[in-house]
């Protein structure tokens, strides 16, 4: 049985669940909270981060790898890359950008809007973790809080500048949707799509994903209408779409 190490919240591991349960793969989550993953991660073989995937013969510690590595074992009429190798070097330039541009920049802007919201936070990000991983980071929030807020370099006026990252890649995919082509990289779901998909559902609060998602009604009004504005954004409309007609 495959294992799968994870912090549930995040967005790359939800790349990591999509991908596994598209191809069929049975596999076991094993969730932690931020902080605690690390040891988590250490301990199955792959570095500081999630999601780490455990197979029977390797260690794969970095959510593209994942992809990489499940399509490999995935029938060809099913796989995320094209053959091809212009179209594949497409694909992959495409979910290199998603993964260094909106996946760091949206996953700051929401922890600086959901780490001032203790209880809603806690009550979704803890979902399916040991209990004394969920008793920990509830006795220690304001060490969690500082902790993942040096983890990723949160500082005055970060939110602003993330806000402009994040929506400039949502511009991005708007651009390439322009022509009218049903997905990123053209006529067929792609790892740039599912990537894509995975990485907007915090911004868009996407209804479908490993967890459940808090709602923009229990959100604070200025983090709600964050959400509503990523949901309205043509990019924001196309990720809900993929996800409602993908994300089974
Ligand atoms: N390039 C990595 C990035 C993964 C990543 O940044 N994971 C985050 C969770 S969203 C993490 O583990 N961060 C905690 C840390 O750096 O300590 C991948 O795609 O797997």
């Not at 694909?91 to 760091?104: I, K, M, N, T």
């Not at 990723?152 to 400039?168: K, Q």
């Not at 067929?188 to 995975?198: K, N, P, V, Y």
């Not at 709600?224 to 949901?231: G, K, M, N, P, Q």
């Amino acid at each position: 049985m495959l294992r799968l190490v994870t912090i549930p919240i995040s967005h790359y591991c939800e790349k990591a669940r999509w991908a596994l349960e598209r191809a069929g793969m049975p596999y076991r989550e094993e969730p932690h909270v931020q902080g605690i993953h690390r040891l988590a991660a250490r301990r199955a073989g792959g570095g500081a981060t999630v999601p780490v995937l455990v197979t029977p013969d390797s260690v794969i510690a970095d959510s593209a790898a994942i992809l990489a590595w499940v399509d490999e074992r995935t029938a060809p009429e099913n796989r995320l890359y094209p053959s091809d190798p212009a179209a594949r070097g497409e694909v992959q330039a495409l979910c290199r950008r998603l993964d260094e541009d909106l996946g760091p920049s949206g996953r700051r802007l929401m922890y600086v809007h959901m780490l001032g919201q203790r209880e809603v936070t806690l009550r979704f990000n803890n979902q399916g973790v040991p209990p004394w991983e969920d008793r920990f980071i509830r006795w220690g929030w304001p060490l969690a809080v500082r902790f993942i807020g040096r983890a990723l370099d949160i500082h005055p006026g970060v939110a602003a500048e993330d806000e402009r990252v994040a929506w400039g890649e949502l511009d991005h995919v708007a651009e390439l949707l322009a022509d009218g082509r049903p997905y990123l990289c053209g006529e067929r779901f792609s790892a740039a799509d599912l990537t894509f998909a995975a990485l907007a559902a915090p911004l868009v609060v996407s209804p479908v994903y490993g967890v459940e998602l808090p709602q923009p009604a229990l959100l604070d009004p200025p983090t709600a209408a964050l959400v509503e504005r990523a949901r309205e954004h043509p990019a924001g409309r196309f990720a809900m779409r993929l996800i409602a007609e993908e994300r089974r």
